[in-house]
Nanobody, 120 residues
Framework: QVQLVESGGGLVQPGGSLTLSCAAS????????MGWYRQAPGKQRELVAD???????NYLDSVKGRFTISRDNAKNTVDLQMNILKPEDTAVYFC??????????????WGQGTQVTVSS
């Protein structure tokens, strides 16, 4: 089992910045990908950004150029630096980890969520 703990959420004004952090612990042997999802009230959960162990990152179009995801494989952590925040970024952000058990079988793990509120 893997546990994910998120931190760094809070209230920020439009145009401001926040950095979210996620630390994984437990039975970790082959992390395939780590990422951040978010869900706003009344909206679907969406992938914000993810990153492979090799450092290849993928971003939601609306956050490209503003958010940066980074990963420390040695520490099993993933961060999301969020700049030029907009009110539409307001959501609960969830850390996600996918761990491979075999080449075709994996497990997904989720953090408890951290609230990000962008408001003046």
């Amino acid at each position: 089992q893997v546990q994910l703990v998120e931190s760094g959420g809070g209230l920020v004004q439009p145009g401001g910045s926040l950095t979210l952090s996620c630390a994984a612990s437990g039975t970790i042997f082959n992390i395939y990908i780590m990422g951040w999802y978010r869900q706003a009230p009344g909206k679907q959960r969406e992938l914000v950004a993810d990153i492979t162990s090799g450092g290849n990152a993928n971003y939601l179009d609306s956050v490209k150029g503003r958010f940066t995801i980074s990963r420390d494989n040695a520490k099993n952590t993933v961060d999301l630096q969020m700049n030029i925040l907009k009110p539409e970024d307001t959501a609960v952000y969830f850390c996600n980890l996918r761990q491979m058990r075999t080449s075709r079988l994996w497990d997904d793990y989720w953090g408890q969520g951290t609230q990000v509120t962008v408001s003046s």
